[in-house]
């Protein structure tokens, strides 16, 4: 199977420092890629990096065979248009319905006066709706985005995302504001309407235990550079721990200890082992 997106060498510093030293990564169609690690690790660098909104300082980014870093103007929002973005604090418009809301996904995909002046082909606030239907918010169409719970709003989020009709979806920190119940709500819709689709996510978590549960790859960031990268049954708790060295309550709640091999390294064969 064709890469979607192919990460090569990707460099970022933000003045003398080096938030991202070198990352090597392929991502397919239908993965659903969680990237984990400590606070300060690079996971927003890199999720940022993909889509533009952080000019990296070196490397190359492929998403559709085209590289992102050299791309501007109306390719890069033609690229754009096709990676669906997930929010930790959302990103609606709160004085706006929800249903309006969700129709910005497609905003990408029109012309200036049609977007100007909101002028949504019918077969849009249809799949909007059937969208909103699916994630259980058929009757919260009409209120005001703000007058949703947190759970809710980053569900329009994912149908506003998904409305673009996007090949790759990132989300960044999706469920970091969320309770518990509500944050499995919402990881369990992420993955469930990205893998009908068939759509690639990446993911990032600072909850161990979620990542394990949803990820059907883990990717482990530590000072920006890649320490784990395999299948979520190969990411020991010692694994675990060896990233979040010194900063271990941020993994999140805490699970019953899964013991690795003591010393031994298991990595998914076919995944580079870091
Ligand atoms: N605009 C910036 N200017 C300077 N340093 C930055 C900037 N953005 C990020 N950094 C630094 O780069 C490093 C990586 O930051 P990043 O936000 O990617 O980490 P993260 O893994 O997403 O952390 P968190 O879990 O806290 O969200 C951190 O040390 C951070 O302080
Ligand atoms: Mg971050």
Same mark, same amino acid.
């Given at each position: 199977?064709?890469?979607?997106? $192919?990460?090569? #060498? ?10 991202? $030293? ?12 969680? =990237?984990?690690?400590?606070? %300060? ?9 993909? @889509? ?5 300082? %070196? ?33 609606? /418009?709160?004085?706006? @319905? ?31 709706? @059937? ?10 169409? !009409? ?7 947190? #759970?809710?709003?980053?569900?329009? #989020? ?26 499995? /709500? ?12 068939? &759509? ?18 883990? &990717?482990?960031?530590?000072? #920006? ?26 993994? %999140? ?5 899964? $013991? ?6 298991? !990595? ?5 082992? =870091?």
């Amino acid at each position: 199977m064709e890469a979607i997106l $192919k990460i090569r #060498g990707l460099r970022k510093s933000y003045g003398p420092f080096e938030a991202l $030293k070198g990352i090597d990564l392929d991502f397919y169609p239908g993965e659903f890629a969680v =990237v984990v690690g400590p606070s %300060g690790a690079g996971k927003s660098t890199l999720i940022r990096c993909v @889509n533009r909104m952080i000019d990296p300082s %070196g490397g190359e980014i492929l998403f559709n065979g085209m590289h992102m870093e050299s791309l501007g103007g109306t390719q890069l929002r033609k690229q754009r248009s096709q990676i669906g973005m997930i929010f930790q604090h959302y990103n609606l /418009i709160g004085r706006t @319905n929800v249903i309006k809301n969700t129709l910005h996904g497609r905003l990408g995909h029109m012309n200036f006066f049609q977007s100007l002046l909101g002028l949504y082909p019918d077969t849009d606030r249809e799949r909007a709706f @059937n969208l909103l239907e699916e994630v259980g918010l058929a009757e919260q169409i !009409y209120k005001r985005a703000d007058a949703l719970s947190g #759970g809710q709003m980053q569900r329009v #989020g994912i149908c506003r995302a998904l409305m673009q009709e996007p090949r790759l979806l990132l989300a960044d920190e999706p469920i970091a504001s969320l309770d518990p119940k509500s944050a499995e /709500i919402v990881m369990d819709q992420l993955k469930h309407l990205a893998e009908e689709r068939g &759509i690639c996510c990446i993911v990032n978590l600072h909850q161990v235990d979620f990542a394990r549960r949803y990820a059907s790859r883990v &990717i482990g960031v530590k000072q #920006g550079i890649l320490v784990f990268d395999g299948r979520p049954e190969f990411f020991t708790e010692d694994m675990a721990r060896n990233i979040y060295e010194g900063k271990e309550a941020q993994m %999140g709640d805490k699970r019953p200890e899964i $013991k690795g091999m003591p010393g031994e390294a298991v !990595y998914e064969p076919g995944y580079a082992a =870091v």
